[in-house]
T-cell receptor, first 113, second 113 residues
């Protein structure tokens, strides 16, 4: 039972344009959400997070939006750069992050120069 | 700090053999997690420890898998006997507190032939 779903295995975006990665979750207990970025032959690295008490969190070029009623979150990257090409994992946790993380299957983002 | 250290980076073994994966967490981190990455299921949590005690092993696929954390600076994940379907990348991660985000190691790519 996949509680965190990333339905797009891959996405290609032109350099300079906006990249939008989507994530859906089914467990209503989840209240803390994170995005991780993974380059080949490396472990995932933390990118940005959001708590369910907010609907938006911004960090430089990266913004995460949370729609609790739809159980949906998205990561926006503006503008997209070649170095953003990686696999992006969405993750969720209960108890405001004090419980284990459940990850999605990942979306491979390719930025086209 | 050298980060989370995993060894070996690559392991190729024959079906039926015992495989041991090793992890050294970041010093001072109280939590240690073992994840497995596959195309179909993304990052799956296998087991996690808090202060060297296993807290949740519900993700361990079957009795062939076992994990130990004899002290705060070392953990092992053992597969005995190994099977081709165990082929995946295995990640270890650690954190001081779960809502601080995890630091992942570079992973061990296991191939069982």
């Amino acid at each position: 039972d996949q509680q965190v779903k990333q339905n797009s295995p891959s996405l290609s975006v032109q350099e300079g344009r906006i990249s939008i990665l989507n994530c859906d979750y089914t467990n209503s207990m989840f209240d803390y959400f994170l995005w991780y970025k993974k380059y080949p032959a490396e472990g995932p690295t933390f990118l940005i997070s959001i708590s369910s008490i907010k609907d938006k969190n911004e960090d430089g070029r990266f913004t995460v939006f949370l729609n609790k009623s739809a159980k949906h979150l998205s990561l926006h990257i503006v503008p997209s750069q070649p170095g953003d090409s990686a696999v992006y994992f969405c993750a969720a946790s209960a108890n405001f992050g004090n419980e284990k993380l459940t990850f999605g299957t990942g979306t491979r983002l390719t930025i086209i120069p | 700090d050298a980060g989370v250290i995993q060894s070996p980076r690559h392991e190729v073994t024959e079906m039926g053999q015992e495989v041991t994966l090793r992890c050294k967490p970041i010093s001072g981190h109280d939590y240690l997690f073992w994840y497995r990455q596959t195309m179909m299921r993304g990052l799956e949590l296998l087991i996690y420890f808090n202060n060297n005690v296993p807290i949740d092993d519900s993700g361990m696929p079957e009795d062939r898998f076992s994990a130990k954390m004899p002290n705060a600076s070392f953990s092992t994940l053992k597969i005995q006997p190994s099977e081709p379907r165990d082929s995946a990348v295995y990640f270890c991660a650690s954190t001081l507190r779960p809502n601080y985000g995890y630091t992942f190691g570079s992973g061990t790519r296991l191939t069982v032939v």
